[in-house]
């Protein structure tokens, strides 16, 4: 786990080695144990890299690094199964000089070309320089863990894993007004067309599951996805699926454990992270070192300390406890946001912030975290609608007993004449949806006016383009949803150099997942079904089949009830008025405390949105 940047240029005035260490240094949080710069002899090309060591301590695997006398390479993240494809290498005559994953990218690269990238199970974005061809090739892993922006005009192309190094760099900060008007009235953190737009109009991403070539010589740059899941609905017992989930996340979470520094695990007490746990005990590592770690929240009705002490003491784990109260909240959200660099949708990240502080103060490096399990098993209270639209389509809902079944575990949502109407017209549905979703976000009463009106036609409200679960799960693991939850982990982890592993975000195990019929998703009335039945007998009765969902949920109504928050809050509605984003009525409005997830959490949404202007 690192931070990387680059310069690439054919003017030498703007390739030179104080330029590229003031893009590392505003990495040093991402790798603070060592730095190291290479440039090319013709000066048009620049690689800084930070190093967090988690394979292979020795100075061998330092970075940049050279390879063959033609490639140099820096890497941000981590290669699961790069043991597998160094002993591939070595069988076909390459030799290695470390025992680092960085080594393996690069050599897969000499062998393979771009093609390497559907050898790779991990997280990753990386860089590579090929002398010979005067092109750069960088990869960025399926589902966009590990962060790469750039800056790309007629001079130059620089980029690096946060925002913050390519305005070091001379790149201007300028707020995109299109991305912060949709989230101001509809919450998105990404747009849904154009997966490489960000906040700011001279900083692009490349998207997950995508790679960049560049060429030096005609100054061409391109972008190609290279692995895409095509949802298809396979035959399977229910039986066959526990089986086969079970084996699949039993080899994610042991490929998971490769460390040479010490591991644990993120503890909610939700079922997710429970099941990590569950399967990480039946693996022999040297380096998992049974801590965890967990947020509580002192008088909040959704605290779930409780069952995370179920966890730790069923399976003898260290457990360390961080508690968070309003009057920290303001301090936190700065330092949260100077590494965000881009708005967050509740104070979750500051809670999982902490979390992640806590760890490095105990000593670990690595946490296995749940992340992902919500959008892959159908995780969340508003997939069953697309459910049971889905069978009220094909004429199974009242068949099914669904309905019913789901009020008996305590769902609230209802099945009325909108959602009928929906099923069986969704297109005219969705338009309908797109039509009010945009009159009402261009109407919204606390916007400047002629902020509004500017960029009204750039509205970003999209639905699922298969109107069915599969069709839901998949718009939000890689559509609009996932990105940004991998984006607050990303920042918030390597704000205090902890690497974040995600099991649940096993490429093979999500191309299961997606094979199989919606039924193994939501059953009986229960979200996350496959994943209950496979872990049943590993887990206490009260984890697996709890009725409340609360989904690291902090209280942050009652935060922004506290007049120190308040008053923060204020100051960013000022800012934003300032700015003519905001209509100066809005400064006559009392602030509205809302819950962490709440739609129309708008003060929050404005306390966020103001420090894109810092």
């Not at 790469?148 to 390519?166: C, T």
């Not at 960000?198 to 995508?210: C, D, G, Y």
């Not at 308040?566 to 008025?577: E, F």
């Amino acid at each position: 786990m690192c931070g990387i940047a680059g310069i690439i240029s054919k003017d030498s005035q703007l390739v030179y080695k104080e330029r590229i260490l003031q893009a590392t240094n505003c990495l040093h949080h991402r790798g603070p144990e060592a730095e190291g710069v290479w440039i090319n002899n013709e000066r048009t090309i620049a690689f800084g890299h930070l190093r967090l060591s988690i394979i292979d301590l020795g100075k061998e695997a330092a970075q940049p690094m050279q390879y063959l006398d033609r490639y140099c390479i820096i890497h941000n993240g981590e290669l699961y199964n790069y043991i597998e494809i160094r002993e591939q290498l070595l069988r076909k005559g390459y030799q290695f000089r470390s025992y680092s994953d960085t080594e393996v990218i690069v050599a897969a690269y000499d062998v393979w070309g771009t093609a390497c990238l559907q050898h790779f199970d991990g997280m990753f974005a990386f860089a590579i320089w090929d002398e010979k061809e005067k092109k750069m090739f960088a990869a960025r892993d399926r589902f966009g863990e590990k962060p790469f922006f750039f800056f790309y005009d007629e001079k130059q192309l620089v980029f690096a894993s946060e925002m913050k190094s390519l305005w070091s760099m001379g790149v201007s900060k300028e707020v995109n007004p299109a991305m912060l008007y949709n989230f101001l009235t509809i919450g998105y953190t990404s747009n849904p067309s154009d997966p490489q737009e960000t906040f700011f109009r001279n900083v692009h991403k490349l998207p997950a599951a995508s790679f960049l070539v560049y060429s030096l010589t005609d100054h061409q740059l391109q972008i190609e996805k290279y692995w895409q899941v095509f949802p298809e609905v396979k035959a399977i017992s229910e039986q066959e699926a526990i089986e086969q989930f079970q084996s699949l996340f039993s080899a994610s979470i042991k490929r998971r454990l490769r460390s040479d520094v010490s591991i644990g695990t993120s503890l909610s007490g939700g079922l997710d992270s429970s099941s990590i746990v569950a399967f990480c005990d039946q693996q022999v590592s040297d380096h998992y070192s049974h801590k965890c770690f967990t947020a509580s929240f002192d008088g909040f009705e959704k605290d779930e300390l409780k069952y995370a002490q179920v966890i730790a003491n069923k399976f003898g784990l260290e457990q360390y406890v961080i508690s968070i109260n309003a009057t920290d909240t303001v301090k936190l959200m700065d330092e949260v946001m100077h590494h965000q660099e881009e708005p967050i949708t509740s104070a979750s990240s500051l809670a999982q912030y902490k979390v992640f502080q806590l760890a490095k103060q105990k000593g670990v490096t690595v946490l296995l975290d749940g992340q992902g399990a919500d959008e892959v098993l159908a995780g969340y209270h508003k997939y069953y609608k697309w459910y049971w639209r889905e069978l009220y389509r094909n004429k199974e809902l009242k068949k099914s007993g669904e309905l019913r079944q789901a009020k008996h575990v305590g769902v609230a949502e209802t099945f009325g004449i909108k959602n009928k109407i929906a099923a069986l017209f969704p297109e005219f549905a969705a338009g309908i949806l797109q039509t009010r979703k945009s009159k009402k976000a261009f109407s919204h009463p606390n916007l400047d006016r002629e902020f509004a009106f500017s960029n009204k036609q750039e509205f970003y409200y999209a639905t699922p383009s298969n109107f069915d679960l599969n069709g839901a799960l998949y718009y939000n693991t890689f559509v609009n949803g996932l990105e940004e939850l991998l984006r607050f982990a990303d920042r918030n982890s390597m704000a205090h150099a902890i690497e974040v592993r995600l099991p649940f975000l096993d490429h093979s195990l999500v191309e299961f997942l997606f094979s199989l019929p919606p039924e193994f998703k939501i059953h009986n009335g229960w979200t996350k079904w496959l994943l209950r039945k496979s872990v049943e007998s590993r887990l206490p009765e009260e984890i697996v089949w709890r009725k409340d969902k609360i989904g690291f949920e902090p209280p942050q109504k009652m935060w922004m009830d506290n007049k120190i928050v308040q008053d923060a809050i204020n100051s960013s509605k000022q800012k934003l008025v300032e700015q003519k984003i905001l209509s100066p009525s809005v400064l006559n409005k009392k602030i509205k405390p809302h819950s962490a997830y709440a739609a129309d959490s708008w003060d929050w949404k404005y306390w966020s949105a103001s420090y894109l202007f810092h």
